[in-house]
């Protein structure tokens, strides 16, 4: 069981890497597939695995490996936008709490209906996270700093989160019996 | 994507023990944060980049600061206009547009920012990626923790591949030009896109997961151990010179 909860910790590390440089061009600017995958490792694999992969992730970023969307190093993580990086933990754990829920294959529509309260939660985490730690490196109004970091990604979040619920209610199954498998 | 963040090379970067190396790399960053002159931190990053780009090439230094100029850009569009006390430097009739400490604040940022960036991607430019990750487990990274990583590393590119692939294949499979297409239309075709990905990555995994426990791994008697980086010579020097190299740089700022 632990090994493939293991297994499924690299797995979305290596998805969120991936989908840092996945662009998708969407008006007013381009969106990455990053917090999708961290919101799909959290609906997926619950709160440890989301958690995990999006600490490893984080710690592959801080080391240097260019693996955020605008490189690597300690210099993105302490930089303008490295409160949005950081809120990624806590929002893969308040994603995870969505992949808890229990009954998904009797309730699919609860279980679709968590996943958007919750990953809504987790987005609002990511701004609160990052928008202040915006305001405070870059020394911005809060208004330059809400027009900056928040206010031309919330089409695209919501779309992320739209899809990452999607996502999660076609593939829960197989996750469901991948991790079953060794218990049985 | 792992694969080409190495840079081969012959340079004394690249001779330094990658525990030391990391060392430095830790102390530089915290060096860019002490309270020198604007001067001095513009010149020891100067400096930093001319040693770097010196064993890695200067195409390696351009391509890390370009990737960073989204950001830079960021840094010197809003920062300046943002702080208003100060000695004026441009002004519009009696609105004052940048200040001198606002142009100076921008400026140690992106400096900062820059060497920060340049010091953390000279790590990986010039040290392999199996040694960085048993530099990682020499500085007690828990086992579980590098086995991620690495298993992470092998996904990494496989994921990257088969999503191009799949995409390429679902945009064959469409007549329509996608220029043409609508943005909604674009945004549909990326689920099915994505859960053919993520299928495929998901049913690697129990080849993946039988071959760990064909290893041994979570018994006692694992048949897979790591390496130690025995092939480095002169360890503690390196390690001296990492605590060296960032205190020359504060004495020097503190002297001239």
Redesign the interface.
Known sequence: M???R??????F???I??GA??R????PVPIT?QTLFVL?AGFLGGPAVGM?STA?YL??G?????VFS???????L????GGFLFGLLPAAFLAGLAGRYRNKEEHPGRYRLLCIIFGLGATMIIYLAGVPYLKL?????WK?ALQ?GMLPFIIGDL?KLA?AT??AG??HT??DQ?LG?VLA | ??TN?YIAGKGWLYRFDPRAK?LL?LLM?VWFFLPVTLLHLALVVALVVLVGAHSTGWHHAWR?VY??S??LL??IL??PF??REGVPLVSIGSFTVITKEGLE?ALR?MS?????????????ATTVMHE?MLT?RWYHLPY??S???T??????P???DS?SQISESHRLREAEDEQKKK?GQ??KD??PT??SA??V??RS??N??MS??MRG??RQERRSSYHSLDAYHHVCTNFLLACIIPLAFWLASMLF
Do not use: D, W
Not at chain 1, 78 to 81: A, C, E, K, N, S
């Open positions: 632990q090994q493939r293991l297994l499924l910790t690299s797995l590390s290596a998805l890497i991936v440089y996945l998708f061009p969407l008006p597939l799909l995990a490893i710690l592959l801080a080391i240097g490996l260019p605008s490189g690597g190093g300690l210099g993105i302490l930089g303008p936008t490196v870059g020394n911005l109004s330059v900056a779309l899809i999607h996502l076609t593939l197989r996750i991948f498998q | 994507m792992t963040t990391l790399m960053c890390t990737s960073i989204p950001m960021f840094m809003f920062m943002n702080v604040q940022l900062r920012f820059i060497g920060i960036t340049y010091v953390c991607t000279l790590l990986f960085v990682l579980k923790a086995l991620v990583v298993l992470a590393f092998t996904y990494i496989f994921i990257a999503f943005v674009r945004l990326l689920v994505l859960t993520l299928v990555a998901l995994i129990p993946l997961a760990l426990e791994f979570g």
